[in-house]
Structures are given as structure tokens and as C-alpha cells.
């Protein structure tokens, strides 16, 4: 059985940072795609950035580049999103998702894994 936690949400003032994390546990050997999405309230999931496994390829929604990274820590088994300058219309609940399809990830379509969220803040 695949689980992935996410941690690391909370309240922050515009322009701070926060550092989330979702650590995976079951069976992951060969996951080709870790991506993360966000889900403001009463609004559509969307997607937020996205990694190959290996780390070797990122992408990120335009709402959030230069602002956000993500990496991952394969020892671990663990994936990150750095946010930094976050803005008020970051808020949201925020999803770790795994697939072996870069595309599905990218897509958001058919994603097999997901996480069960982590609600981040951002006040004005």
C-alpha cells in the first residue's frame, strides 16, 4: 500500500516562506513523478510543480515560478516545495501526488496517489 504524508503547512505573513514535505512509504521503487497541487477554497484542484524521480526535469504552473521549488531527496523517499515570497492567493490546501506517468502528473489526469493534504495560509 503507497501512502504519501505531507507536512509542513501553517500560517505565514505574505512575503514569508514555508517548506513542505511528503514523504512516500510503501512500494516506490521505479516511480517516475512526484507533483504537487493546491486547492483554494470553494475552487478546482490545479497544479502546482512537478519532478521526475530522479530530480532531472521539473515544471511549474506560471502562477509560481521563480517563487517556488521543489526537490527531492530519494534516500528518503521524500519530495519538498520550497515557497518563498508567498502571496495571499497561495492559500490553499496543498496535495503531494506520485504516479509513474510524468504526464498524468502534469495533466492531473489519472493521477494514482495522492496525499491527504496540507492546509497553508498565507494573511495580507
Known amino acids: 500500500q503507497v501512502q504519501l504524508v505531507e507536512s509542513g503547512g501553517g500560517l505565514v505573513q505574505a512575503g514569508g516562506s514555508l517548506r513542505l514535505s511528503c514523504a512516500a512509504s510503501?512500494?516506490?521503487?521505479?516511480?517516475?513523478?512526484m507533483g504537487w497541487f493546491r486547492q483554494p477554497a470553494g475552487k478546482e484542484r490545479e497544479f502546482v510543480a512537478a519532478?521526475?524521480?530522479?530530480?532531472?526535469?521539473?515544471h511549474f504552473a506560471d502562477s509560481v515560478k521563480g517563487r517556488f521549488t521543489i526537490s527531492r531527496a530519494s534516500a528518503e523517499n521524500a519530495v519538498y516545495l520550497q515557497m518563498n515570497s508567498l502571496k495571499p492567493e497561495d492559500t490553499a490546501v496543498y496535495y503531494c501526488?506520485?504516479?509513474?506517468?510524468?504526464?498524468?502528473?502534469?495533466?492531473?489526469?489519472?493521477?494514482?496517489?495522492w496525499g491527504q493534504g496540507t492546509q497553508v495560509t498565507v494573511s495580507s
Open positions: 510503501g512500494h516506490t521503487f521505479g516511480w517516475y513523478a
Open positions: 501526488a506520485a504516479d509513474l506517468n510524468w504526464n498524468a502528473i502534469l495533466t492531473m489526469r489519472l493521477v494514482n496517489y
Open positions: 519532478c521526475t524521480w530522479s530530480g532531472g526535469s521539473t
